[in-house]
């Protein structure tokens, strides 16, 4: 029998995938939502609270500081199939000092998941995500967690992601009852009852055939069942039908109740999000060129760089989100920025920080390639040359530290250890171009310092001595200038680019005024 054409095998793989991120303001409950997915995938056994005992910890938060704070800070790849899916799930950082890192996964991500805490409705670090997808056009999927503990009318939840956000929000299920009187969801569409009971490393979801409102008074009484009623007859009056079509455009989210901790509700918005989500799309480059899933060529971008995920490696990853065609274990890409033709020889397929070698891969999937030194963040790989997906806008930052190794002798590793955190994008790296010789961290929250500390010492053995500066803006100057005079500290960033500081608003705003042809840009040229 004749084998099947290459392009059929492209085009069901591309239509198997589905890559998504989940986004939410922290302690939303977002890395134990991650976990309870990757149980139905069969990824892990058992899955780690966040703040877990006996040892259990959460595999997507890899990092030594992400385990012992119990936060998330590095955007983590999670690659399992599930019915027939591969799932390529993007678990970004949840600390709003790290949104950078987030916004740049988000890139790479066909849908968003939501995830509200159903006692506090959308907080701010959501409303920023979300305000991202909504300008990258990705459909996002709401998840109203925890609704096993005191919670706000599902109503109210409703009205407040449609105010608030611009966007209808659709009910697939409906709650039975919040806090101690959660019993479980009933589906809005096929009315079919999803009873839970509580169990010592979880909870049991048991799918119960409804009749009608008797039959449900004969399981939850007859006030709940009459008050369950109600609100679906008003869901029913009052609210427009799910439109897949309108999720796609951003029109609408589908909104699931549950609790992720409880293991409530998960599957039920797994199985109804693989229906609802996209596969890959296409892709325009820089020239504004359309890019098919299905095109031969193969084509992808770096949207992450990590150091040292694995302590047996010791090693720079690239992350590369494959845009089309298919991948090949040794084959060759033209990098755009260099113009180079590489041969990728060493990909790697993600759990978190576990990594396996693979030999193919299709758009959608998020594969890693060790990294030398010669890929950086916004980089393009493809068959063809002239391909570019464009660069990635980096945060203007506004605190400052310079930062040197408490032991000098060890002035080698720091050096080697910032140059490679730098990398990644996750805080700047400025070099005095006179003066002190030690680098000037730059960010956008004290957290991030904190990380780099903690990390060049457990990573690079080296602890070191932070002094904070009394800088609070930087900008970057096309054309190096020297006269800035007592208004500025000119200072390079890590590509040799010249950066001015400023110490306030009120000083970039005088030497704007004072000084003729001053040309300063929030970003560096040609991001």
Known sequence: MASEPVDGVLAAEVARRRTFAIISHPDAGKTTLTEKLLLYGQAIQLAG???ARKGARARSDWMEIEQKRGISITSTVLKFPYRGFVINLLDTPGHQDFSEDTYRTLTAADAAVMLIDAAKGVEAQTRKLFDV??????????????MDRPARDPFD??????????????????????????????ECQSRQMHLFERT????????????????????????PATQLYDEIDLITGALP???????????????FFGSAANNFGVELFLQRFLEL???????????????????????????KIQANMSRAHRDRVAFLRICSGRFERGMAAYHDRTGQKLRLNHPHSFFASQRTVLDDAFPGDIIGLVNPGQFRVGDTLSSARGISFG????????????????????????LKGIG????????????????????????????????????????????????????????????????????????????????????????????????????????????
């Open 49 to 51: 609270s966040v703040k």
């Open 133 to 146: 997808c909504k300008q990258r056009g990705v459909p996002i999927f709401t998840f109203v967690n925890k």
């Open 157 to 186: 939840l409703l009205d407040e992601i449609e105010n608030m956000l611009g966007v209808t929000a659709v009910p697939s299920n409906w709650p039975i009852g919040s806090g101690p009187e959660f019993r479980g969801v009933l």
């Open 200 to 223: 010592e490393h979880g909870a049991f979801a048991a799918p119960v055939e409804v009749a009608g409102q008797e039959q449900a008074a004969a399981l939850l009484g007859d006030e």
């Open 241 to 255: 039908k799910l439109d897949a079509a309108k999720v796609l455009v951003q029109e609408q989210t589908p909104v």
């Open 277 to 303: 989500a996209p596969p890959p799309g296409p892709q325009h480059t820089e020239d504004g060129v359309r890019i098919d899933p299905c095109d031969e060529q193969f084509s992808g971008f770096i949207f």
């Open 391 to 414: 660069s990635f806008p980096r945060f203007s930052p506004e605190l400052f530290h310079r930062i040197r190794p408490r032991n000098p002798s060890l002035r080698k590793s720091f």
């Open 420 to 527: 490679q955190l730098g990398e990644e994008g996750t805080i700047q790296i400025f070099y005095p171009i006179s003066g002190a010789r030690e680098p000037i961290l730059a960010g956008v929250g004290q957290l991030q310092f904190e990380v780099v500390q903690t990390r060049l010492e457990n990573e690079y053995d080296t602890p070191t001595v932070m002094e904070p500066l009394n800088f609070s803006v930087a900008r970057w100057m096309p054309r190096e200038r020297r006269d800035l005079g007592i208004h500025a500290t000119l200072v390079q960033d890590e590509a040799g680019r010249p950066v001015a500081l400023f110490r306030s608003q009120f000083t970039l705003d005088y030497a704007l005024k004072n000084l003729e042809d001053l040309e300063l840009l929030d970003a560096p040229p040609g991001f």
